[in-house]
T-cell receptor, first 110, second 119 residues
């Protein structure tokens, strides 16, 4: 049974700070990893995808992947109150099904 | 970017009636779609995997006779909640990944969800 683990939080950071979200996964053969953001009462939306070891940057967001440690992270620079949401980590299997973590609730305080 | 359209966004029905929810991939083909359910303040729960042209695969504990899934084309899957009861009130979300050639690692895209309230 594949597992994706995330700290449930809540993680609280002040506006302008860096928010760091972490995720570990159990399947050493996983090839694709995704970060989703879910606002309360809404469906998840894709923020980042990452497939190779190292960092991938997109605006204020940086995803980091370390396959040897089976670890994925998401950094949000210059955090804004609008970033307050639940962040879901997911890993992709060979059957098109994603395995999701339970999500980390992030609160950015003005 | 890839778009998944889900309809209706909100439905209120009486106990004992059936409700059909549609999920369409608008700009890609998806032989596989996924149906999730989410109760307030809880995690996404995968209900079933919808397979075009064949039977859906249900997760443990999900009643296949209650949650009927039909995946009649490469872009459309439907979920019918039969004989709905108040405990079926939840947020139902469909999702799809492109299954076109060369897109094995493509992201999963979600519809906007359907909030079902059974009275």
């Amino acid at each position: 049974q594949k597992e994706v683990e995330q700290n449930s939080g809540p993680l609280s950071v002040p506006e302008g700070a860096i928010a760091s979200l972490n995720c570990t996964y159990s399947d050493r053969g996983s090839q694709s990893f995704f970060w989703y953001r879910q606002y309360s009462g809404k469906s998840p939306e894709l923020i980042m995808s990452i497939y190779s070891n190292g960092d991938k940057e997109d605006g204020r967001f940086t995803a980091q992947l370390n396959k040897a440690s089976q670890y994925v992270s998401l950094l949000i620079r210059d955090s804004q109150p609008s970033d307050s949401a639940t962040y879901l980590c997911a890993e992709g299997g060979s059957n098109y099904k994603l395995t999701f973590g339970k999500g980390t609730l992030l609160t950015v305080n003005p | 970017g890839a778009v998944v359209s889900q309809h209706p966004s909100r439905v209120i029905c009486k106990s004992g009636t059936s409700v059909k929810i549609e999920c369409r991939s608008l700009d890609f083909q998806a032989t596989t779609m996924f149906w999730y359910r989410q109760f307030p303040k809880q995690s996404l729960m995968l209900m079933a995997t919808s397979n075009e042209g064949s039977k859906a695969t249900y997760e443990q504990g999900v009643e296949k006779d209650k949650f009927l899934i039909n995946h009649a084309s490469l872009t459309l899957s439907t979920l019918t909640v039969t004989s709905a009861h108040p405990e079926d009130s939840s947020f139902y979300i469909c999702s799809a990944r492109s299954t076109e050639r060369g897109t094995r690692n493509s992201p999963l895209h979600f519809g906007n969800g359907t909030r079902l309230t059974v009275t």
